[in-house]
């Protein structure tokens, strides 16, 4: 069975800080994908990144970066220098499925709020 | 525009009512999925379907149920059997391959 850890419900930090979600899964294949989402106050998920299992590289997006770890089983997210643009709930997500339908299991979310 | 649009934006249903839940997408998405989500806690797995005519159910599918008679649409009714209801519903798509989920903007539904 698949499972994703957000251990931290509510984070909150003071504008231009930098801060890290945590996202610890659990999964016994091989391949899998693992995504994060924001969810603004608006409810729609925004998808944000999708990082493949064979995929190790850490990788960077504008004020955003991730750090894959395999061997903790850990996929976190941090963003650099927040904005209160990026308060919002963060969601962990792994997939596993094989074939073409996706069995999507998401933590419970981080709610992020950041004070101007 | 393309992407996923879900009506109404709220709803709110008396007890013992049905009320159905439209979901479109002009993704031209294989997949489609309802999630329902609840305060504090993550996105749960109500019914999903992979082509048209077919679906499956979810983690927790007792009280609802769906159609897929078109590619574009994936309608939800939460029936007066769903005992507590009152939550946000999404919709998502996604291509027939190992690929991110889209999500529409969402349902709040409210039991009066």
């Known amino acids: 069975a698949q499972k994703v850890t957000q251990a931290q419900t509510e984070i909150s930090v003071v504008e231009k800080e930098d801060v890290t979600l945590d996202c610890v899964y659990e999964?016994?294949?091989?391949?899998?994908?693992l995504f994060w989402y924001k969810q603004p106050p608006s409810g729609e998920l925004v998808f944000l990144i999708r990082?493949?299992?064979?995929?190790?590289q850490n990788e960077i997006s504008g004020r955003y970066s991730w750090n894959f770890q395999k061997s903790t089983s850990s996929f976190n997210f941090t963003i650099t220098a927040s904005q209160v643009v990026d308060s919002a709930v963060y969601f962990c997500?792994?997939?596993?499925?094989?074939?073409?339908?996706?069995?999507?299991?998401f933590g419970i979310g981080t709610k992020l709020q950041v004070i101007p | 525009d393309g992407g996923i649009t879900q009506s109404p934006k709220y709803l709110f249903r008396k007890e013992g009512q049905n009320v159905t839940l439209s979901c479109e997408q002009n993704?031209?998405?294989?997949?489609m999925y309802w999630y329902r989500q609840d305060p504090g806690q993550g996105l749960r797995l109500i019914y999903y379907?992979?082509?048209?005519?077919?679906?499956q159910k979810g983690d927790i599918a007792e009280g609802y149920s769906v159609s897929r008679e078109k590619k574009e649409s994936f309608p939800l009714t939460v029936t007066s059997a769903q005992k507590n209801p009152t939550a946000f519903y999404l919709c998502?798509?996604?291509?027939?391959?190992?690929?991110?989920?889209?999500f529409g903007p969402g349902t709040r539904l409210t039991v009066l």
């Open positions: 997500a792994l997939s596993d499925t094989p074939g073409g339908y996706q069995k999507v299991t």
């Open positions: 999964t016994r294949d091989t391949t899998y994908y």
């Open positions: 990082r493949n299992s064979f995929d190790e």
């Open positions: 993704l031209n998405h294989d997949a």
């Open positions: 379907s992979q082509i048209v005519n077919d679906f």
């Open positions: 998502a798509t996604g291509p027939f391959s190992y690929n991110e989920q889209f």
